[in-house]
């Protein structure tokens, strides 16, 4: 079965600051599917990154990276110079290719970046 | 812009009754899901529909029915409403969940007194 831990419940970091969001996930399989979404307060969440198993490289967006590492499963999500806007709850999931649309969430990070 | 539209932002309904949670998109995709969100336990998936008519139950189905009688349009229905049925509703399309990942709607929060 799958399973997607995000032991971080809650992270205040004060503006500016860099923070990570940890993600680790377990699974069977060999090709999977793994995700990040951001959810502000107004409630909708949205896409931030998809990433499959065969691709390792670590992806930066802007002020956003991931760090992929299939030795420990993690799939990691570091903020730079944290902005207020930043402030939201954001998912960890993944999704495997033999679970017909079966996708898996874990809990959640709320994330509170101070002025 | 895309969108998946919910028809209500905030409810509040009674034990007992029916209730109904509309979900529409508008970017013809097959597959669309319903979730609900509460502290502490992320997303769970109660129904997903990958047609018109078809529809497979998710991680958390009891208590919850789904018609999809529209490629458009995916209804959540609460047969009898409970109290531990208070929580974000979450709908969601894609054109493949597994690949692709969802496009969600803006939520309902229903409060079941």
């Known amino acids: 079965a799958q399973k997607v831990t995000q032991a971080q419940t809650e992270i205040s970091v004060v503006e500016k600051e860099d923070v990570t969001l940890d993600c680790v996930y377990e699974t069977r399989d060999t090709t999977y599917y793994l995700f990040w979404y951001k959810q502000p307060p107004s409630g909708e969440l949205v896409f931030l990154i998809r990433?499959?198993?065969?691709?390792?490289q670590n992806e930066i967006s802007g002020r956003y990276s991931w760090n992929f590492q299939k030795s420990t499963s993690s799939f990691n999500f570091t903020i730079t110079a944290s902005q207020v806007v930043d402030s939201a709850v954001y998912f960890c999931a993944l999704s495997e290719k033999g679970g017909y649309q079966k996708v898996t969430f874990g809990t959640g990070t709320k994330l509170q970046v101070i002025p | 812009d895309v969108k998946v539209t919910q028809s209500s932002r905030y409810l509040v309904k009674r034990t007992g009754e029916k209730v109904f949670l509309e979900c529409v998109q508008d970017m013809d995709h097959e597959n669309m899901f319903w979730y609900r969100q509460d502290p502490g336990l992320g997303l769970r998936l109660i129904y997903f529909?990958?047609?018109?008519?078809?529809?497979e139950k998710g991680d958390i189905p009891e208590g919850y029915s789904v018609s999809r009688e529209k490629k458009e349009r995916f209804s959540l229905i609460l047969e009898s409403a409970s109290t531990n049925q208070t929580s974000m509703y979450l709908c969601a399309s894609s054109l493949s969940a597994t690949f692709y990942g969802y496009t969600f709607g803006s939520g309902t929060r229903l409060t079941v007194v």
């Open positions: 990433r499959n198993s065969f691709d390792e």
């Open positions: 529909s990958y047609d018109v008519k078809m529809k």
